[in-house]
């Protein structure tokens, strides 16, 4: 990574160069990333990557009597002349562009602190390749001993990714963090009497030390597609779905899309109308928060320079508010959530930061004893999912329950509802809450859907 005070100053030159080139306002981002990444199957190693990027980009406004027009600027070429020459491109190009009411930089309230969030750990930089190899081996290794029904495998990953942003605007904000993400991830293949089954596990974390051992991912991931073997389909029905920790965070993303302001003043979200309403069970609360630490979602500003922070989505059931950068706060008559995302090449748009579902108390095991008939779903396929109007359907596998006890594995299934239904009909949420990404759900139920089978 170049050194933090050099990479300031290049934000800082280009705001310079923008104003002087004519524009109103501006603001400037400076990404840098070094990442790897290598996959092994069995004990040879199927690739090695490494890469190093720098972009810098600018959004230049100018303004009018009608609002402000705005352009986009990005380069890899930090020179001084390529600096200067895509500030003067960038300007010509919004002096063409349309005026809107409301384009423009937030109004002041950017981020004046810089907690320590925990985003990396700077040992981290000293692990050499070869160890991390050495982890994918050791993932591969587990899967392939776990039972002598892994016959192969699709491989077993890691990877880690350094990033320094650094972001700036002529409102005289400017600030920069540093960030990391590192994963293990097994993929193992099963076989038994001509059919064969994958499935996966992975770890995630902002340290290598907050990763699952090794052979236990690969162990898990073993495991989880040993029991799919044997699937079959199942007649048409109506009962019970219980999503796991893996699938049920897709419901979670899909909450806070149709809670995305953008969505909401294009009326583009079945939730547009309904802010302050009841829309799910008591049980259901969604949160997101850009100050989680260690979270894989956290910085202390947005991509507009607005402090992070946490917001309700749901509460206790009650649509709470809508997630916003400025764009979409002044459309809706409201103020940016800092939830402004922005990378060198496009301008902000509106994303989660850490974004969970409150977990209950009770255990997956518990929840499945407490179901009669139903299914538990392991796998989602697919994007049947319709914001607008909130009708869900997505291919599916899983296992099937009978009398509270898993009876056996199911596949080739599409279950079916709405997702304003099925909120309003959660009647069960779990008790863990496992971070892999940064969305995350503990498992829950959903007391009736469609599944379709044979």
Not at 215 to 232: M, S
Not at 300 to 327: C, H, K, M, S
Request: charged share 25%; hydrophobic share 40%; net charge negative.
């Amino acid at each position: 990574m170049s050194d933090a005070g050099a990479a300031r100053d290049v934000v800082r030159s280009a705001l310079e160069r923008v104003r002087a080139a004519g524009a109103d306002s501006a603001d400037a981002v400076l990404v840098q990333g070094n990442s790897f990444e290598s996959r092994v199957r069995d004990r040879e190693i199927d690739f090695v990557k490494q890469s190093r990027d720098r972009t810098l980009g600018l959004r230049v406004l100018l303004r009018g009597a009608k609002g402000a027009s705005s352009a986009l600027g990005s380069t890899s070429d930090l020179s001084a002349d390529a600096i200067e020459r895509m500030a003067s491109e960038t300007v010509a190009l919004a002096r063409a562009t349309a005026q809107d009411p409301h384009a423009g930089l937030p109004e002041g309230g950017f981020a004046e602190d810089a907690p320590d969030l925990g985003l990396f750990d700077d040992a981290d930089r000293n692990v050499d390749i070869e160890h991390r190899i050495a982890e994918a081996r050791r993932a591969e290794a587990a899967a392939r001993k776990t039972d002598p029904r892994i016959t192969n495998s699709e491989g077993s990953e890691v990877g880690s990714h350094f990033s320094h942003v650094v972001y700036g605007n002529s409102e005289g904000f400017l600030g920069d963090y540093e960030s990391a993400a590192h994963s293990l991830f097994s993929e193992p293949i099963a076989s038994s009497n001509g059919g064969m089954q994958r499935d996966y596990w992975y770890t995630t974390g902002r340290r290598i030390g907050d990763l699952e051992d090794a052979e236990a991912v690969g162990r898990r991931a073993a495991d989880r597609a040993l029991r799919r073997l044997g699937g079959r389909r199942i007649p048409t029905c109506e009962a019970p779905v219980i999503f796991d920790s893996v699938t049920a965070p897709s419901l979670v993303r899909q909450i806070a899309g149709c809670a995305n302001g953008y969505a909401v003043y294009r009326r583009t979200s079945f939730l547009a109308e309904r802010k302050g309403e009841i829309v799910a069970s008591e049980a259901v609360s969604v949160v997101d928060d850009g100050r989680l630490p260690g979270g894989l979602g956290s910085k202390p500003f947005d991509g507009e320079g607005q402090p992070t922070r946490r917001n309700r989505i749901v509460d206790r059931g009650r649509l709470a508010g809508w997630l916003l950068d400025a764009y979409s706060a002044r459309k809706l008559g409201e103020a940016s959530t800092g939830n402004a995302a922005r990378s060198a090449g496009s301008a902000p748009s509106v994303s989660p930061t850490n974004l969970w579902l409150e977990p209950g108390d009770r255990t997956l095991e518990e929840i499945i004893a407490d179901t009669p008939r139903g299914l538990l779903v392991t796998e989602l396929i697919g994007m049947g999912f319709d914001p607008v109007t909130g009708d869900y359907s997505r291919g599916a596998a899983g296992l099937w329950i009978e009398n509270g006890e898993i009876a056996y594995p199911v596949e080739e299934i599409t279950i079916a509802g709405n997702l304003g239904d099925m909120l309003i009909s959660v009647d069960a949420i779990g008790s863990e809450l496992v971070w892999r990404g940064p969305v995350a759900s503990p498992a829950l139920r959903v007391s009736r859907m469609t599944i379709a089978g044979e």
